[in-house]
């Protein structure tokens, strides 16, 4: 079973700059991918940023420039360096990571806040 583990976020002045982690364990594969989704309150939850295992990534449009996704696949931790924060990017940040092995298998974490002031 896979267990995530998130810590960063907290709060931000406009502009400002915040980092997420993301940290899986019990991991059985080594084709994964971790990325983080967010949801504002009266919002669905939305993809912002995905890294597999090979390196490949995928940004949310609104994120593209300002937000970096890494990870350190010997550690299974990831990573999403927020710069130039707007207040549109609060929300609550969840990490997902899939697990390709005989099948997909997906978690989520716990959820971080991220409120971005002016």
């Known amino acids: 079973q896979v267990q995530l583990v998130e810590s960063g976020g907290g709060t931000a002045q406009v502009g400002g700059s915040l980092r997420l982690s993301c940290a899986a364990s019990?991991?059985?594969?080594?084709?994964?991918?971790m990325g983080w989704y967010r949801q504002a309150p009266g919002n669905t939850r939305e993809l912002v940023a995905f890294?597999?295992?090979?390196?490949?990534?995928n940004y949310a449009d609104s994120v593209k420039g300002r937000f970096t996704i890494s990870r350190d696949n010997a550690n299974n931790t990831a990573y999403l360096q927020m710069n130039s924060l707007k207040t549109e990017d609060t929300a609550v940040y969840y990490c997902?990571?899939?697990?390709?092995?005989?099948?997909?298998?997906?978690?989520w974490g716990q959820g971080t806040q991220v409120t971005v002031y002016q």
């Open positions: 019990g991991v059985m594969s080594s084709f994964t991918g």
């Open positions: 890294i597999i295992s090979g390196g490949s990534t």
């Open positions: 997902n990571f899939v697990q390709w092995s005989l099948g997909t298998q997906k978690y």
